[in-house]
């Protein structure tokens, strides 16, 4: 495929990541909406599935055209070590960020009665990024950490892992069931995000859209998600490469 071709899958792949895995959170936490403003295990539940899907379903229709990164820290990742291109990081990053804002874009248009009739500015938020729920930095960074080197190793483990290298559609399966397992497992301490272009691009767009009731974007957090998910990639895809490639 062209890079022009893989950057417009990658733009759309990110897209559908927002909208599906933003579309759940603004489903259970926006006033009014048909999940009935879900609190506690069910609408983390229903949030966790949003996004396994979100995860699933850009692999599984692009994941042989571009590779289905839809994460510049993946994209990092992979370029620091080798195993994808430098001249194009920047091209797929750009893209990256482009289409989780405008996936963020469609998630406001389609609830944006919803967004009116929320006063809770964490709530409205937490539809466009994360936050530390202990409002620790550090432990955002840790949960961060951990879980994107989770997702990166297992991204990388499966995907050249000799079982799934006749079916890889089963193994964009079982990326989506990665991510569903991870926001329930990890997810508790900020939502997570795993990939700074699923946190950044959507809070710009929440810095500059007007919305009622909207609040901070709380900038002073947002360096967390982009940094964690970098460093994970970075470390994930080399530990993987230096002791389970098969070479």
């Known amino acids: 495929m062209s890079?022009?071709?893989?950057?417009?899958?990658?733009?759309?792949?990110?897209?559908?990541?927002?909208v599906l895995g933003n579309g759940a959170v603004a489903n259970v936490d926006l006033k009014g909406t048909k999940a009935g403003s879900g609190e506690g295990a069910h609408g983390w539940n229903l949030?966790?599935?949003?996004?396994?899907?979100?995860?699933m379903m850009p692999a599984m229709i692009f994941g042989h055209v571009s590779g289905?990164?839809?994460n510049p820290a993946f994209t990092l990742g992979l370029a620091i070590n080798g195993n994808f291109p430098?001249?194009?990081?920047?091209?797929?990053?750009?893209?990256?960020f482009l289409g989780a804002m405008f996936g963020q874009l469609l998630v406001v248009a389609m609830y944006k009665p919803y967004y009116d009739q929320t006063t809770n500015q964490a709530h409205i938020l937490g539809t466009f990024s994360t936050a530390n729920a202990a409002n620790s930095h550090l432990n955002g960074f840790v949960g961060e950490f951990?879980?994107?080197?989770?997702?990166?190793?297992a991204a990388v483990g499966i995907t050249k892992g000799q079982m799934f290298a006749n079916n890889p559609g089963l193994a964009h399966l079982a990326l989506g069931f990665l991510v569903w397992a991870l926001v329930i497992a990890v997810g508790g301490p900020t939502g997570p995000a795993l990939n700074p272009a699923r946190d950044l691009g959507p809070r710009l767009v929440?810095?500059?859209?007007?919305?009622?009731?909207?609040?901070d974007s709380n900038w002073s957090y947002a360096w967390v998600p982009v940094l964690a998910p970098i460093c994970a990639g970075i470390l994930a895809v080399f530990v993987f490469n230096t002791f389970f490639l098969v070479k």
């Open 47 to 55: 949030i966790a599935i949003g996004y396994g899907f979100a995860v």
């Open 206 to 215: 929440h810095q500059f859209l007007p919305l009622k009731n909207k609040g």
């Open 146 to 153: 951990i879980g994107s080197f989770i997702l990166f190793f």
């Open 68 to 70: 289905n990164h839809i």
């Open 3 to 18: 890079l022009g071709v893989r950057l417009f899958a990658e733009f759309l792949a990110t897209a559908m990541l927002i």
């Open 86 to 96: 430098w001249a194009e990081v920047v091209p797929y990053i750009v893209a990256q």
